[in-house]
């Protein structure tokens, strides 16, 4: 399939105020933060509740980009606020768009760092899949973006920002005085994209708060998708805290094949990472939990494999999203077969578990699952060599 061109970026786009003002985001803060920041700065406490739900709604409901346009709040407070605080997005690197529809951005964040971000759209629904580190601790040998090394955690800023950014790219902000729609492009969340979100955790925490607020973003929890490879002794803290939906990255049915795929199972074990999935709070046949099983050839996609996967599978209402591999430069993994991935999905789903098969999306951008990685960490070692 030939690549589509890259997307020019449009002047809109381009207005944005960016990440390089110096002063502190708005974005990012809890209710309680953006009060106390307000106290701190002169508001009396017996206003900031009150200020922090009208900046809150313009921000996170309006999308405004601009203090100036808050207009039911005093024009003395909206000056100081310009002078407090940023209202800067992420900037748009470059946005690629795929000949299936799927949008990649490439987003720069403070530091110089770059992540990707990936909106995929669907029939009834749209899926942002968004980032939470730059980098990767994990090194999953199937994974692109483990090939990155971790630079460092995003903030809630950071991570909010990629919502605000595709819902600014897609135009879906209300407009005052047009008749309400309640259609969203932008109608599910999944953390999947760079990083571990819960070796991120309190920062995805509020970040995720923050999305699913019903004054602002307001997407339901049950419409957000938290993915772990396996971070045993924060998934029911994520179930507590967090209360989003449960993914968990398996790809693998034996210690020794997981430990290769997965080098995490090393340090929780698929009986531990299982019992954790078991004890996961609220877990019902109308909350399931997600295992997404990545199909390699010759690997782990044999019958035995999948008859291995239905024992795992025992006693947690699940079901199986089977990923055919996506490949990438360099990859030591070739895709299974599609009659082979059938024939898994067929045995799984004949125990009595949903055994979807993932159409991949995006490939001809690398915006499939597995394939995300920002080159800007290389790009700058590059430069400092040539510098020097």
Not at 3 to 20: C, G, K
């Amino acid at each position: 399939m030939t690549a589509a061109p890259q997307t020019a970026i449009t002047p809109d786009l381009l207005a944005l105020p960016r990440e390089n003002t110096g002063l502190p985001s708005i974005y990012g803060m809890t209710r309680e933060q953006m009060r106390e920041a307000l106290i701190a700065r002169g508001i009396a406490e017996k206003q900031a509740k009150m200020r922090v739900s009208q900046i809150w709604a313009w921000v996170y409901h309006w999308g405004v980009t601009d203090f100036e346009a808050m207009t039911n709040i005093a024009k003395p407070l909206r000056a100081m606020l310009a002078t407090e605080f940023s209202l800067a997005r992420p900037e748009i690197v470059t946005k690629q768009v795929s000949a299936d529809g799927t949008r990649k951005y490439l987003l720069r964040i403070e530091g110089g760092h770059e992540v990707e971000t990936v909106y995929i759209p669907e029939e009834n629904r749209g899926t942002l899949c968004v980032s939470s580190q730059v980098g990767c601790t994990l090194t999953c040998s199937f994974c692109h973006t483990g090939t990155q090394r971790l630079v460092r955690n995003l903030t809630p800023a950071e991570i909010v920002g990629q919502i605000l950014v595709a819902r600014d790219d897609l135009g879906e902000w209300p407009i005052p005085g047009t008749p309400k729609d309640e259609t969203r492009l932008l109608s599910n969340l999944v953390l999947m994209g760079m990083g571990e979100p819960l070796y991120n955790f309190e920062n995805v925490r509020d970040a995720m708060l923050i999305a699913m607020d019903h004054e602002g973003i307001s997407l339901s929890r049950r419409r957000i998708t938290l993915s772990t490879s396996g971070v045993v002794p924060l998934i029911e803290r994520a179930g507590e805290e967090i209360r989003t939906m449960l993914a968990i990255s398996l790809h693998a049915t034996t210690d020794p094949v997981r430990d290769r795929l997965v080098p995490i199972n090393k340090k929780w074990n698929l009986e531990e990472l299982m019992q954790a999935c078991r004890d996961y709070p609220r877990l019902s046949n109308s909350e399931r939990i997600t295992f997404e099983y990545v199909m390699l050839k010759g690997v782990n996609d044999s019958d035995a494999a999948a008859k291995r996967l239905v024992k795992l599978l025992d006693g947690i209402p699940s079901k199986v999203n089977l990923i055919p591999f996506n490949p990438w430069p360099g990859a030591p993994y070739e895709r299974s077969e599609w009659d082979r991935i059938e024939a898994f999905a067929d045995i799984i789903h004949r125990a009595g578990y949903a055994s979807p098969i993932r159409t991949p999306r995006g490939e001809d951008i690398m915006a499939a699952c597995g394939q995300l990685k920002s080159e800007s960490e290389r790009v700058k070692k590059v430069r400092v060599k040539e510098r020097a």
